[in-house]
């Protein structure tokens, strides 16, 4: 069936910003008009609202296979959906690893089944991530995958880093690449400052960060591989970056809403739902970060989705799972948080969460005749209050729950499919 998104503002990703109807027909965008009119057609009555080119994150734990009770690939794409994901790029840090193509085609075969949003596998670099032996990347390129990361298992190993760029850049992989020395991290549990030393928790410094940040660059610079610095979170690792870029380094980098948008003074309640890795930080690292994004040394706002069950979350701090779920909040926080607040703009957010996602991914973007219909409706007047029990996602661990939040997502259309709409029921359906 046609259906015709009416009357809304299209921010289309190629720099148009303006008031038009939008015809989808066989999963395809078929038309851009100020007015388009059907009698055979269902109508999106857009009136008011945005609409913008589906969000793309590509930093998502689905969980499955191995820790369904933390997540699964049905789930998780539910939570994306209704966070206006229509594309998410899985990590490899399940049970078994995403290490060879059994499993990115078992994950492929879940997806086409039970999943809501387009689901993207990402493979190791090692296998069983265990920073040791080089992952199978042909085989793992032809069952479809478009990267490589061991996720949060940095490769300590120098020499191993660089042959995996090495080979991965013979096969255009892009290189995720958590950034840690866990010698300089040790048994670290929050940023390492002020507030650690009052509360009396370890912390994490940030040179653990940007030591790795610096050695990957370096190693790209020497390889020529495509480099991207997964959950950024320093004030100096963004400068690093920045350098990089100036020196022609093919490197992007990506940041989280929550290291965006909060700082570590949040975790001087004991809250274990302010435990994730990179560790939130100080407003001064806040304030460079947001000016990464300006400036383009940052192009990407990925959520890292970690749900965790409850039983990961209440335990003493120091032995609580790192990770926060917020897929499904993502747009509100960022909306609310850089948008509203004149930080940025809402077009650099749809550059930052779908179209440079997208192209990193090299999958397609942006509105416009002939893409896929993979587009998002949002209406950025209403406000709503973070319930974390109404989260689709089986993780529950947010530190933005109660927050007022302003943005909400209120279709999420995949391959010209209304698979959400903010009435809080879904279509089951195959994407």
């Known amino acids: 069936?046609?259906?015709?998104?009416?009357?809304?503002?299209?921010?289309?990703?190629?720099?148009?910003?303006?008031?038009?109807?939008?015809?989808?027909?066989?999963?395809?965008?078929?038309?851009?008009?100020?007015?388009?009119?059907?009698?055979?057609?269902?109508?999106?009555?857009?009136?008011?609202?945005?609409?913008?080119?589906?969000?793309?994150?590509?930093?998502?734990h689905l969980r499955q296979p191995g820790f369904e009770e933390?997540?699964?690939?049905?789930?998780?794409?539910?939570?994306?959906?209704?966070?206006?994901?229509?594309?998410?790029?899985?990590?490899?840090?399940t049970?078994?690893?995403?290490?060879?193509?059994?499993?990115?085609?078992?994950?492929?075969?879940i997806a086409k089944r039970d999943g809501y949003s387009k689901v993207i596998p990402i493979g190791s670099m090692t296998k069983g991530m265990m920073g040791e032996e080089i992952s199978e990347m042909a085989k793992l390129k032809d069952a479809g995958i478009v990267a490589l990361s061991d996720d949060g298992h940095p490769i300590m190993n120098a020499g191993l880093m660089k042959r995996i760029m090495t080979y991965g850049s013979m096969y255009d992989l892009l290189m995720i690449t958590h950034c840690e020395d866990k010698m300089l991290s040790g048994e670290g549990v929050m940023n390492n400052g002020l507030i650690s030393t009052m509360i009396g928790l370890r912390?994490?410094?940030?040179?653990?960060e940007e030591v790795m940040v610096a050695r990957n660059i370096i190693l790209a610079k020497s390889t020529g591989a495509r480099l991207h610095i997964?959950?950024?979170?320093?004030?100096?690792?963004?400068?690093?970056?920045?350098?990089?870029?100036?020196?022609?380094?093919?490197?992007?980098?990506?940041?989280?809403?929550?290291?965006?948008?909060?700082?570590?003074?949040?975790?001087?309640?004991?809250?274990?739902?302010?435990?994730?890795y990179p560790p939130l930080r100080t407003k001064e690292d806040v304030d460079a970060l947001i000016d990464g994004l300006k400036d383009g040394t940052i192009d990407v706002i990925a959520t890292d989705h970690a749900p965790h069950t409850k039983d990961d979350k209440k335990v003493?701090?120091?032995?609580?799972?790192?990770?926060?779920?917020?897929?499904?909040?993502?747009?509100s926080v960022i909306y609310t948080y850089l948008v509203k607040n004149g930080l940025i703009t809402l077009e650099d957010l749809v550059s930052y969460m779908s179209i440079n996602p997208a192209k990193?991914?090299?999958?397609?973007?942006?509105?416009?005749?002939?893409?896929?219909?993979?587009?998002?409706?949002?209406?950025?007047?209403?406000?709503?209050?973070?319930?974390?029990?109404?989260?689709?996602?089986?993780?529950k661990n947010s530190p933005f729950n109660g927050k007022r939040l302003t943005g909400v997502v209120e279709y999420t259309l995949v391959d010209g499919k209304i698979i959400y709409k903010n009435n809080g029921k879904f279509e089951e359906c195959n994407v």
């Open 203 to 208: 912390g994490i410094p940030h040179e653990a």
């Open 230 to 276: 997964a959950h950024v979170s320093t004030k100096d690792s963004v400068e690093l970056i920045r350098r990089a870029k100036a020196d022609g380094v093919n490197v992007t980098a990506e940041v989280t809403p929550h290291n965006l948008c909060l700082t570590e003074d949040i975790v001087d309640g004991f809250d274990t739902n302010t435990k994730a």
């Open 316 to 331: 003493p701090y120091e032995i609580a799972a790192f990770g926060i779920s917020g897929i499904e909040i993502a747009f």
């Open 70 to 93: 933390k997540e699964t690939i049905k789930t998780g794409t539910h939570a994306a959906v209704a966070g206006g994901f229509t594309t998410v790029a899985c990590m490899p840090n």
């Open 95 to 109: 049970n078994p690893v995403i290490d060879n193509e059994v499993v990115v085609e078992y994950i492929k075969s």
């Open 360 to 395: 990193l991914l090299k999958t397609s973007y942006g509105i416009k005749v002939g893409n896929a219909a993979d587009i998002t409706v949002v209406d950025t007047n209403k406000e709503y209050t973070v319930n974390v029990d109404n989260f689709k996602s089986k993780g």
């Open 1 to 60: 069936m046609k259906t015709i998104i009416k009357g809304g503002t299209v921010i289309n990703g190629y720099g148009t910003n303006e008031k038009a109807d939008i015809l989808v027909d066989n999963g395809k965008i078929k038309a851009i008009e100020k007015t388009i009119e059907l009698n055979d057609a269902l109508i999106i009555d857009a009136n008011g609202k945005y609409v913008l080119p589906g969000f793309v994150d590509m930093h998502t």
